[in-house]
Each structure stands twice: as structure tokens, then as C-alpha cells.
């Protein structure tokens, strides 16, 4: 208990960090251009991605092994552990099950978002003018929580909790965190609550970032195209 008490307040730091920075860029906006959202999401990136890194250093200096473990790309095509709620099955390779996880997880995740925007009647035309900064805020915010998320839980728990209480705290606080997030509320926690699941599963199974972040990022381009609609 004496080494997970430190390393817990660790992730809570980094991971409550992140509403500072949201609430700070929305009060002090670098303002380059005239469009206000875009303005947000350059402060806002920018911030979460020095987080992310200083992050990363902390991970580093708690567990230097496991770091220089899963900091990597990882074996994609490893075999998984069965987990019934997404279809994973005992042995199935990491390849064949995260273009699955990519392709379900975004469709759900769109449809969602879909029904959410009705009331927003959205110009989709938007999404043409802007595409370059909702793939580029996609990219660098995908990464950033991922290792905030993901790499910053596993990392310094690693060789104190069992995989799976590792799994769950992940999905908890990637959950509480997206609770007022895109798609927000109760149903959009749990959906975050689930995908920080089998994201964390997938970095401790493959020993890489690469499933993790993938799946991430596809989801945070839905995502990130809604916020501009909305």
C-alpha cells in the first residue's frame, strides 16, 4: 500500500491535470485566427501534448523497465486474452481483433454522435473546410490522453496491481473524465468507461502502444469533427 498510495496520487495528478489546462485554454485562448473553437483546440492541444510529456517523464522515472517495455509499437498480431463483451476471443490475434475494434467502436460511436447532433442542425459542409485540423487535433489528442490514460496507469502500476484491476482503473477514470465530454453524460462515460478497458487490455497484451492509440485516434476524428459541426 505504501508504494501504490504515491504512484496513484501520480495518476490523479496527471489525469485531473487535464480539466486545469481545458478550463485555463478556454479562458486564455491563444487567438490567431477568428474562428473560436479552432483558437481553443491550439491552446488546448498544445498544452495537453507538454502534459502528456512530463507525463511520460514521471512514468519513466517511477518504472524505468516497464517503460522501455511498451513504449513501442508492440507485437500487433499477438494473441489476445478472451474478453466476451467485445467478441474477443481466447487467442485471437491482436491484428484481426483491433481492425474489428476499429471499425465497430467507430461505427457506434458515429451513430451515437449522429443522433446527438440532430438538434445542432449541423452544416456538414464544415467538415470539408476544416478536415486538416480535425485529423492534425485528432492525432495530437489521441496521443497525448493515451499516454495520460493508458501508458500513465500502466506504467506505475504495473508490478503492484494484477492486470486487471490495472484494465479497470483505467476505464474508470478514463470514464469519470469523458463525462462531460463528446458524447457526454451517463451513456458516454460508460462508452469511454469500455473503450479505456480494452485499450489498456490491448497495451498490456501486444506490450505496445500501437492498438491503443490506433483506435483512439478514430475515434477522437468522429469526435473532434462533431465538436467543429457543433
Do not use: C
Not at 473553437?37 to 491552446?43: A, D, G, M, P, S
Not at 513501442?72 to 481492425?99: C, H, M, N, Q, Y
Not at 451515437?112 to 445542432?120: A, K, N, R, V, W
Not at 473524465?177 to 501486444?206: C, D, I, N, Q, R
Request: aromatic share 18%.
Amino acid at each position: 500500500m505504501k508504494r501504490i498510495a504515491p504512484r496513484l496520487a501520480t495518476i490523479i495528478l496527471f489525469t485531473s491535470g487535464i480539466f486545469v489546462l481545458s478550463g485555463w485554454a478556454r479562458e486564455k485562448a491563444w487567438a490567431p485566427v477568428k474562428h473560436p473553437f479552432l483558437n481553443f483546440q491550439l491552446t488546448y492541444q498544445s498544452l495537453l501534448l507538454l502534459w502528456a510529456l512530463i507525463s511520460l517523464f514521471a512514468s519513466y522515472l517511477l518504472n524505468p523497465k516497464r517503460f522501455k517495455q511498451i513504449m513501442r509499437a508492440g507485437a500487433v498480431s499477438a494473441p489476445a486474452k478472451a474478453l466476451k463483451i467485445f467478441g474477443i476471443k481466447e487467442g485471437d490475434s491482436w491484428l484481426k481483433t483491433g481492425i474489428s475494434l476499429t471499425l465497430v467502436i467507430s461505427s457506434v460511436t458515429a451513430i451515437f454522435i449522429f443522433f446527438q447532433l440532430q438538434s445542432h442542425y449541423p452544416d456538414y459542409g464544415i467538415l470539408k473546410k476544416y478536415w486538416i485540423w480535425i485529423f492534425l487535433f485528432a492525432l495530437t489528442n489521441s496521443f497525448s490522453e493515451e499516454m495520460i490514460f493508458r501508458v500513465g496507469i500502466d506504467i506505475p502500476m504495473y508490478d503492484l496491481l494484477p492486470s486487471r484491476y490495472i484494465f479497470l482503473l483505467s476505464a474508470v477514470i478514463f470514464g469519470i473524465a469523458h463525462y462531460g465530454g463528446t458524447p457526454g453524460g451517463f451513456a458516454g462515460m460508460l462508452m469511454a468507461g469500455l473503450l479505456g478497458y480494452v485499450l489498456s487490455k490491448s497495451l498490456y497484451e501486444t506490450r505496445g502502444v500501437f492498438w491503443a492509440w490506433w483506435i483512439h485516434f478514430w475515434q477522437d476524428v468522429i469526435i473532434m469533427g462533431a465538436l467543429f459541426l457543433i
